[in-house]
C-alpha cells in the first residue's frame, strides 16, 4: 500500500459542515487552527472564535495544542490549578481538568514545558484516548496548535475536520502559510483548508492576500483553498490581550468583533455532504497513528540511507577490517535513529 493510501485511511471521514447555529450537532467537530509562524494571532483569533461559535447557540471546546507554550488560559485570564500533562500521568481524568469560563466556553489547558504529546507509552495513550472519549458532548471543538510544521502541529491538524491558516499581510507570514498548505499537502489533498488573513489595513489587502495564497495553492499545489474572511488591525485587539478579555465581549462593537462574527456566520453556515465526524475519541486515536505512521516512515528512509551509504563504502573499501568497522558504524547508526 503506497503512503497516499496509508495516509488517506488515517484521516479518512467527513470533512464538510451543514450546520444549523441553533441545533446541536450528534457528535464534535474539530477544527484546527494553524499559522506557518509565530505571531500572527493565532490564539487570540482562537479563543475569540470559540467565544462567537458558543454565542451562536453551541457548546464549544478548546484544546490548547500549543502544548510547551499554553497560552489560552492566559488570555483569559485564569490560571489552571490542573493540565493536561495530569492527565497523561493518570493523576487526573480529561473531564476534571475541563475549565468552564465566564465567556460560556470550556477549555483544556496545555501542558507547560511538556511539548512531546506524542512520546507517550501506551498506558498513557490509553488515559487520553479513554478521556476524550468520556467528553464528546461537545459541538465543536477547537485545537489551538503550535506555529509551524513540526510533528505536534502536522499531527493535530491532519485529524482534524476543519483546518484554517491564519495569515498577516506580511511577506513572511504569507510564505510561511503557504509553507504549512504544502506540508499539509504532502501527506493529503483530501483535508478541508481554509484561510483567514489577520491585521489588514483594508479589505482590499485582505481579499488580496487571501487570493494571493489561493492562487499559489492552487496553482503548485492542485488544492482548494476557501477565503474564510480578514480581520481588521484593531486597537481593540492589543488592548484585549492586555486586559486579558478576549475583545469579542470586551468591545462586541468593534471593527475586529464585526469581522469576527462575520467570519462566524460565514463557518456556521457552510453546506456540505450530510454526514458524521469521527469525534473526539476517534480524533486522538487519528493523531496517535498518524505520528506512529511517520515514525515509521523516518525510520525506514533513514535504514535505507544507510544500507545505500554502506553500499557505497563497501564499493571502496574490501578489506575485512573495513568491513567491520562500516557494519559497527551502521548498527550504532541505525541505534540512534531508533532512539
Known sequence: MDQASNLRKLTEGNTSLKLVPTQ????????????????????TLSVNLAIAIAKAGHRVLIFDGDLGLA????????????NLYHVVKGHKNLKDIIIQTQEG?????????????????????????????????????IIDTGAGISSNVIGLVMPADEVIV??????????DSYGLIKSIVSQTKDK????IVNRVRSAIEGKKVADRVID???????VQVENLGFI????????????????IVNSPR??????????????????????????????????????????KEMEERAQRDLEEEELSELDGESDDDSEVEISNSRKSKISEVKE
Request: with cysteine.
Open 24 to 43: 446541536a450537532r450528534t457528535m464534535t467537530k474539530i477544527i484546527a487552527i494553524a499559522s506557518g509562524k509565530g505571531g500572527v494571532g493565532k490564539t
Open 71 to 82: 497560552n489560552i488560559n492566559v488570555l483569559l485570564g485564569i490560571i489552571p490549578k490542573y
Open 105 to 141: 466556553i470550556d477549555i483544556i489547558a496545555g501542558a507547560s514545558g511538556y511539548s512531546q504529546l506524542a512520546n507517550l507509552n501506551d498506558t498513557q495513550r490509553n488515559n487520553l484516548i479513554k478521556g476524550f472519549a468520556d467528553i464528546d458532548n461537545y459541538d465543536y471543538m
Open 166 to 175: 491564519v495569515t498577516t499581510p506580511e511577506p513572511t507570514s504569507i510564505t
Open 192 to 195: 478541508n483548508l481554509k484561510i
Open 216 to 222: 499559489i495553492s492552487g496553482q503548485f499545489l492542485e
Open 232 to 247: 481588521f488591525q484593531d486597537e481593540e485587539v492589543e488592548k484585549s490581550i492586555r486586559e486579558q478579555k478576549p475583545y
Open 254 to 295: 468593534s471593527k475586529a468583533s464585526a469581522c469576527l462574527t462575520r467570519i462566524t456566520h460565514t463557518l456556521l453556515q457552510i453546506e456540505g455532504d450530510d454526514g458524521e465526524t469521527e469525534g473526539l475519541a476517534g480524533f486522538i486515536k487519528k493523531f496517535f497513528s498518524f505520528i506512529d505512521y511517520r515514525d
